[in-house]
């Protein structure tokens, strides 16, 4: 980076060259109108070129002045806004990104949970299973599905991957589903998925040939349980995320033989952020509430990868 001129000779500049007065500058900095004068010549040395044009009893802005006022004037605003942010951590926005099988299923059914406890935040949430650079968004926490943990970013373990085979009851009915290895002849979702074969080798089903076609693949698990309740097929799902279906009975899970991948979910944010309160409460909040589905799952998918 070329060097730059003095700051305070740059600021001063800011402010001469915006009120175009010398006196009113030193009036807005807390300097004498000759300290003002003093530092705009010290800037117009250092340039090799004047920014004022002085006229009896007042100055203008040069041309010179005139192509640069604009630049620094904005990149001052530019410092303030980064530094209101930085004096804003305990303000009343949280921005969440979540990958979408966890956001869009088990966090929405519970986000407004912690709107109510924390009425003072308002909830920013966005879902994508793309990494988040912290640096470059406002994001404040993300929940992201890898082995962690992270250099930079605080690491909260949440649970194990995991997932089962889940399909409408009819279709259970109708294909006579009743053991593991009847699942290899009926529609499957994401069929070529190697989540199949290791689930297929954790309920001891021996090694099956890969499907003569692909199948249906969908985007997310928002998608494959849209397509499993209306009878399209099973699909490779994280029973948690959708316990309030199988509760009703508009899904069901046949086997309890879960496949745990050795990828966790996790809690993240920069850990320059540790102790932000609201950063805080949704970290104290999201752990809470874990815990009242802990019954749910096996008690190894709530213990960190080993």
Same mark, same amino acid.
């Given at each position: 980076?070329?060097?730059?001129?003095?700051?305070?000779?740059?600021?001063?500049f800011e402010a001469a060259g915006r009120l175009e007065n010398f006196s009113r500058?030193?009036?807005?900095l807390g300097m004498t109108q000759a300290a003002v004068s003093y530092q705009v010549?010290?800037?117009?040395?250092?340039?090799?070129?004047?920014?004022?044009?002085?006229?009896?009893?007042?100055?203008?802005? #040069?041309?010179?002045?005139?192509?640069?006022?604009?630049?620094?004037?904005?990149?001052?605003?530019?410092?303030?806004?980064?530094?209101?942010?930085?004096?804003?951590?305990?303000?009343?926005?949280?921005?969440?990104?979540?990958?979408?099988?966890?956001?869009?299923?088990?966090?929405?059914?519970?986000?407004?949970?912690?709107?109510?406890?924390?009425?003072?935040?308002?909830?920013?949430?966005?879902?994508?299973?793309?990494?988040?650079?912290?640096?470059?968004?406002?994001?404040?926490?993300?929940?992201?599905?890898?082995?962690?943990?992270?250099?930079?970013?605080? #690491?909260?373990?949440?649970?194990?991957?995991?997932?089962?085979?889940?399909?409408?009851?009819?279709?259970?009915?109708?294909?006579?589903?009743?053991?593991?290895?009847?699942?290899?002849?009926?529609?499957?979702?994401?069929?070529?998925?190697?989540?199949?074969?290791?689930?297929?080798?954790?309920?001891?089903?021996?090694?099956?040939?890969?499907?003569?076609?692909?199948?249906?693949?969908?985007? #997310?698990?928002?998608?494959?349980?849209?397509?499993?309740?209306?009878? /399209?097929?099973?699909?490779?799902?994280?029973?948690? /995320?959708?316990?309030?279906?199988?509760?009703?009975?508009?899904?069901?899970?046949?086997?309890?033989?879960?496949?745990?991948?050795?990828?966790?979910?996790?809690?993240?944010?920069?850990?320059?952020?540790?102790?932000?309160?609201?950063?805080?409460?949704?970290?104290?909040?999201?752990?809470?509430?874990?815990?009242?589905?802990?019954?749910?799952?096996?008690?190894?998918?709530?213990?960190?990868?080993?």
């Amino acid at each position: 980076m070329p060097k730059l001129p003095p700051l305070a000779a740059v600021r001063t500049f800011e402010a001469a060259g915006r009120l175009e007065n010398f006196s009113r500058a030193a009036e807005e900095l807390g300097m004498t109108q000759a300290a003002v004068s003093y530092q705009v010549r010290q800037l117009e040395d250092r340039l090799g070129r004047a920014l004022f044009v002085r006229e009896k009893g007042r100055v203008r802005l #040069s041309e010179t002045g005139q192509r640069l006022l604009p630049a620094i004037s904005g990149a001052f605003a530019a410092m303030g806004d980064a530094f209101a942010a930085l004096t804003s951590d305990e303000a009343d926005v949280l921005t969440i990104n979540a990958v979408t099988s966890f956001g869009g299923t088990w966090l929405s059914a519970r986000i407004g949970s912690f709107q109510l406890l924390y009425p003072e935040l308002a909830v920013r949430m966005s879902m994508s299973n793309q990494l988040i650079d912290f640096d470059a968004s406002n994001v404040d926490v993300a929940i992201r599905i890898g082995k962690g943990p992270w250099p930079g970013l605080r #690491s909260d373990f949440l649970m194990r991957q995991n997932v089962a085979p889940l399909a409408s009851p009819a279709f259970i009915e109708k294909h006579g589903i009743s053991e593991p290895a009847d699942l290899l002849r009926v529609q499957r979702l994401a069929p070529n998925d190697s989540w199949w074969a290791d689930w297929f080798a954790a309920a001891g089903v021996a090694t099956p040939p890969a499907p003569s076609r692909r199948g249906i693949e969908l985007d #997310s698990q928002l998608q494959e349980a849209s397509a499993v309740q209306a009878g /399209f097929g099973v699909a490779m799902l994280t029973p948690l /995320f959708w316990h309030v279906e199988l509760a009703s009975g508009r899904m069901v899970q046949p086997f309890d033989t879960l496949h745990v991948s050795d990828f966790a979910m996790w809690l993240v944010h920069r850990d320059n952020r540790v102790g932000v309160r609201k950063i805080e409460r949704f970290r104290e909040w999201l752990h809470a509430e874990l815990a009242k589905d802990r019954h749910l799952l096996p008690e190894a998918l709530w213990e960190p990868l080993p």
